[in-house]
């Protein structure tokens, strides 16, 4: 790799980290290719990102970013998972963990504050923000069929009264 293609390298990893919020750190060491395809699909599908890069390249992208205490996990053979959703990547690198043991959790990091390995797992375990979206709907339209459903009451109560005289007196 020459200078200009290791500078470009540079840019498009500073490019892919640019919007994210969560960024995992990873050693695949052992895994097959197969097992690496399966997880760049399953982090794809989740709206994550997962890269395999070259250590000293990825030190520099990272270097004046808010991302740049990452530089210390960079060792060995490491990959970045990473998603603009605070929890995306965090959820898909830990549940492939639990199936696959030769995936490591080195650490990671949640906007400019830098995550161990537990409290990666740790945000694992939270709701998505789509999840989250969904609850708060849900709370908001609950009180509002249950106040329809109590405005409707006293009328079909009325209704059933007038329609059982009225089957009465005929």
Do not use: C
């Not at 970013?65 to 959820?91: M, N, Q, R, W, Y």
């Not at 830098?114 to 797992?121: E, G, I, T």
Request: charged share 25%.
């Amino acid at each position: 790799m020459d200078r200009a293609q290791k500078a470009k390298a540079v840019e498009n990893i500073k490019e892919m980290l640019s919007p994210a919020h969560a960024v995992v750190v990873l050693h695949y060491k052992g895994m097959t290719v197969a097992e690496i395809t399966e997880l760049r699909r399953q982090a794809r599908a989740a709206g994550a990102g997962f890269k395999v890069t070259k250590n000293r390249l990825t030190k520099i992208a990272v270097n004046d970013t808010k991302f740049a205490h990452l530089a210390d996990l960079l060792t060995g053979p490491t990959a970045i998972s990473f998603s603009e959703d605070a929890v995306a990547a965090a959820k898909i690198i830990v549940r492939f963990a639990k199936d696959n043991e030769k995936l490591v959790i080195l650490g990671g990091a949640l906007g400019d504050k830098a995550l161990d390995v537990n409290a990666v797992k740790s945000l694992a375990e939270l709701p998505s923000l789509d999840e989250l979206r969904s609850r708060l709907i849900a709370m908001i339209q609950t009180p509002a069929t249950r106040i329809a459903g109590v405005l409707a009451a006293p009328a079909g109560g009325l209704a059933r009264v007038t329609g059982a005289y009225a089957k009465k007196g005929a």
